[in-house]
Structures are given as structure tokens and as C-alpha cells.
């Protein structure tokens, strides 16, 4: 490359506006098909494993007896497959990215479902 050529991709980089954004600084851009991070309507989960298990990542973990779903927002590679797997339709992708994780705070979120309502005993009848 020639000085003159150099000179000028230089001075024209110094005036041109940059391609890429001050993320997170600057809010992302979302578009209609952005895979982004995944999220879940817990009342619909009947904490059947079947999207932890269809996981390629590893990132999510069901605990039937606490009634916890959780996803680890490092590990997610937003590939949808959970979604796909879920039955009940309780997981969705969104197009917003996930906010960076700063230390101190957690990469693991969790989300707690209702307790099971117990069934009333059944009345004795009268005989
Ligand atoms: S999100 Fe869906 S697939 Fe995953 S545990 Fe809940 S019901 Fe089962
Ligand atoms: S989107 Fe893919 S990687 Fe992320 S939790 Fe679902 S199955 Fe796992």
C-alpha cells in the first residue's frame, strides 16, 4: 500500500462514523429475527426436565421437588432447542441480548414456580 493510499483510508477512518457501537454503553440493536436470550413463563413449567435434557449447553438445570427452573445466561448459545422441547410452551426466545454479567453478580437465574395447592381429603361419607 502506498503512502498516499495509507494517508487516506487513515484520515478517512477518523472522520467516518464507527461501524460497530459502544455496547452496553450504547443499547444493542434488535431486529425481528434476533436470537436472543430465552425466557419462561413459570407458571406453565410442570418442571418435566425435557428442555434440560434437549440442552445442548448444559445450561439449564429443573428441580422438580423445589419447583425451580434455571439457566445459566453464560452457558446459553440462544439455540432455541429448549423451546422446541417444551410441551407446554413455557419458554420463548426473545430478541433482546442479555445484559454483560459483571463480577459479583450471578449468571445463573432462577425462577421458583407455585407451590402445589394440596387437594382437600376427600369427605367421609355417611354410611
Ligand atoms: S420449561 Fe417446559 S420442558 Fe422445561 S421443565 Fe418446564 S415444562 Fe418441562
Ligand atoms: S437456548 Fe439452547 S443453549 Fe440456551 S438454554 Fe435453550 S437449549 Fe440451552
Redesign the pocket.
Known amino acids: 500500500m502506498g503512502l498516499f493510499s495509507m494517508t487516506k483510508t487513515v484520515l478517512k477512518s477518523l472522520f467516518k462514523k464507527p461501524a460497530t457501537i459502544r455496547y452496553p454503553a450504547e443499547p444493542a440493536k434488535r431486529f425481528e429475527g434476533t436470537r436472543g436470550q430465552?425466557e419462561i413463563d413459570i407458571d406453565k413449567c410442570i418442571f418435566c426436565g425435557l428442555?434440560a435434557k434437549?440442552?445442548?449447553?448444559?445450561?439449564?438445570t429443573v428441580n422438580r421437588n423445589e419447583r425451580t427452573w434455571s439457566?445459566?445466561r453464560l452457558?446459553?448459545?440462544?439455540?432455541?432447542?429448549?423451546?422446541e422441547?417444551c410441551n407446554k410452551g413455557g419458554?420463548y426466545?426473545t430478541n433482546v441480548y442479555h445484559p454483560p454479567i459483571v463480577a459479583g453478580e450471578t449468571d445463573v437465574d432462577v425462577y421458583k414456580g407455585k407451590p402445589v395447592e394440596e387437594k382437600p381429603a376427600a369427605e367421609e361419607t355417611a354410611a
Open positions: 430465552m428442555c434437549h440442552c445442548p449447553a448444559d445450561a439449564i439457566i445459566n452457558w446459553c448459545i440462544c439455540c432455541n432447542s429448549c423451546a422441547n419458554i426466545q
